[in-house]
């Protein structure tokens, strides 16, 4: 059985950081293009960032650029997403999900998805 678990959210101040996991079960995650996606309050889900499956090549969305950081851990079966200078409008549920091939971060080319975990950030 695919599932997804993620884990790391929490509660932080303006310019802290936190450290995402996504922990894989019933595949291996280095064979497949794992996403990170968020969803605001009355926002649509967006893609935060991707990494492929082929040659690991990442993908960020322009508003986490230089703040953001994915990255596999496949002895772990896990994937990170490291976030920096962490900003109020950085307040979502962050999920990941995960297909064998994608061609980017399009949030509808991804097949399993995590529960997600709440990223609140607030002083």
């Known amino acids: 059985q695919v599932q997804l678990v993620e884990s790391g959210g929490g509660l932080v101040q303006p310019g802290g950081s936190l450290r995402l996991s996504c922990a894989a079960s019933?595949?291996?995650?280095?064979?497949?293009?794992i996403g990170w996606f968020r969803q605001a309050p009355g926002k649509e889900r967006e893609g935060v960032s991707c990494?492929?499956?082929?040659?690991?090549?990442?993908y960020y969305a322009d508003s986490v650029k230089g703040r953001f950081t994915i990255t596999r851990d496949n002895a772990k079966n896990t994937v990170y997403l490291q976030m920096n200078s962490l900003k109020p409008e950085d307040t979502a549920v962050y999920s990941c999900?995960?297909?064998?091939?994608?061609?980017?971060?399009?949030?509808?080319?991804?097949?399993?998805w995590g529960q997600g975990t709440q990223v609140t950030v607030s002083s």
């Open positions: 990494i492929s499956s082929s040659d690991g090549s990442t």
């Open positions: 999900a995960a297909v064998r091939i994608a061609l980017g971060c399009d949030l509808y080319e991804y097949h399993y």
């Open positions: 019933g595949f291996t995650l280095d064979s497949y293009a």
